[in-house]
Every structure is written in structure tokens, then in C-alpha cells.
């Protein structure tokens, strides 16, 4: 294992400079900055592919490598797809989930294995960290209705902290979440991952957890806001 620093691993330090430089407090991604610091970029992800996790690491140590990766994976996706207005606009036009979406492109490799995107969200994310699905907070596919993305790296150190504050970023997002004493409208992924929420708590309590607007805690059918797969920045 590498040695640590403030902070997190010192893999990560490259990570944070890129996410500080070209990313915004709203989440919205300069590309075109990044594409000018595609040597940092590809020299983060050739260290993280060489070193995966460990078997004595830690929950928060492994869960940390592989949000930053797949966040990290999903910037490079856009830079070698220069001019999309949306990852979809990436693959066929007739795609099929999990078998020709942007998401199972198996364009990563770590340790000499090959992943695609829904590989580290699904088969390793959603499994192995079943305990604590505010990961879902943190994993940004490139769009507008996505969580945002954090202008800095995760860390072991400071992850707790750091999910704590995209959880509620994210619920009082007006464009992600309508929350108010006349509409309540919440993110699809409410619904697409509710078993994952729901293992923890309900649906009703995650909103009031996090919102600064609170609903019925008895209340579990909920209308959803349109999703917008718009790139979440520009080059």
C-alpha cells in the first residue's frame, strides 16, 4: 500500500487538483479544461489501474477508489467522445440496457481486469456496500440530473463527511428535487435504486434526513422529476 497523506492516498492528490481546476461548486464540469489536463487525467488513471484495491483496506478505503473511479472513468469517456451533448449520444442509436449503453463499454482496466461503468456500479458498488447506498449521492454519469459532481477527491478520511454533504446537496436541488408544501416530486433515482435506499430506510425518511423541506413520514408514493441526460458541463 502507498504511503498516506492529509487527506486520503497520495494516488488521489491528482485526482483533487483536476476536480479544484475544472469543476464548479454546482457540479458542472469544464471539458475543455480537462482536456487540456488530459496528461494528469490519464496518468491518475494509469496509477489507479495498476493499483486496485487491497484486501486489508478498509470499507471507506474501497468504496472511496471506486466512486472516484468510476467519476474519474466517466470524464475520460466524454474527452475520447469530444462533441456529444449527451453520454447517450455515445454507442448505437438502439441500445439496450446492460448489453450496448455507454455503461458496457468495457474501456477500464484495473490489475489487468476489464470493467465497464455498470461493472463498478453494479457488481461492485450496489454489492458490496449494501449497508450504505449514499454512494448513490456521489456516482455523477456525465448528466444535468445527475448528483453533482464534488470538486474534490474522496477519501477514506473525510468520506462520511463528504456523503453527508452530496446527500443533502442533492435532495435540495430544486432542479432534482420539488420538495415544498405543495409538490413533491424527487429524483428518478428514488426510484430506480429503491430497493438499495429502502434497505436502509424509507424513501419518506431519506427526504426528511436530508431535505431542508420535510414530508408526511408516512408518505410512499411519490411523482418524479423529469431526468435530463444533458452533458453536465461543456467543452
Known amino acids: 500500500m502507498e504511503e498516506k497523506e492529509e487527506g486520503g492516498y497520495a494516488r488521489e492528490s491528482a485526482w483533487d487538483e483536476l476536480l479544484k481546476d ?3 461548486d454546482k457540479g458542472m464540469v469544464d471539458y475543455g479544461g ?3 489536463d488530459r496528461e494528469k487525467l490519464e496518468g491518475y ?5 495498476a493499483n486496485g484495491p487491497a484486501k486489508n483496506w478498509s470499507k471507506d478505503e474501497k468504496m472511496a477508489y471506486w466512486i472516484n473511479a468510476y467519476n474519474a472513468f466517466t470524464i475520460k469517456l466524454i474527452l475520447d467522445n469530444e462533441g456529444v451533448s449527451s453520454i447517450k ?3 448505437p442509436a438502439a441500445q439496450i440496457p446492460f448489453v450496448n449503453t455507454p455503461w458496457d463499454i468495457k474501456f477500464i482496466e484495473i490489475e489487468g481486469k476489464k470493467y465497464d461503468l455498470n461493472n463498478i456500479e453494479h457488481g461492485i458498488l450496489r ?3 449494501k449497508k450504505d ?3 448513490h449521492f ?4 456525465a448528466a444535468k440530473s445527475c448528483p453533482r459532481l464534488r470538486n474534490e477527491a474522496y477519501t477514506a478520511k473525510k468520506l462520511d463527511k463528504q456523503l453527508e454533504e452530496e446527500a443533502e446537496v442533492f435532495l435540495n436541488n430544486e432542479e432534482k428535487n420539488i420538495i415544498n408544501n405543495n409538490e413533491v416530486k424527487i429524483s428518478p433515482l428514488f426510484k430506480w435504486y429503491s430497493k438499495d435506499f429502502e434497505r436502509k430506510m424509507g424513501i419518506a425518511e431519506w427526504i426528511n434526513t436530508y431535505s431542508d423541506d420535510k414530508v408526511d413520514k408516512k408518505m410512499d408514493k411519490f411523482s418524479y422529476t423529469d431526468y435530463s ?3 453536465n458541463g461543456s467543452f
Open 229 to 231: 441526460w444533458e452533458l
Open 133 to 135: 447506498p449514499r454512494y
Open 22 to 24: 475544472h469543476v464548479d
Open 127 to 129: 454489492k458490496d456496500f
Open 45 to 49: 488513471l494509469k496509477e489507479i489501474s
Open 89 to 91: 449520444d455515445i454507442g
Open 34 to 36: 480537462m482536456k487540456k
Open 138 to 141: 456521489a456516482l455523477v454519469c
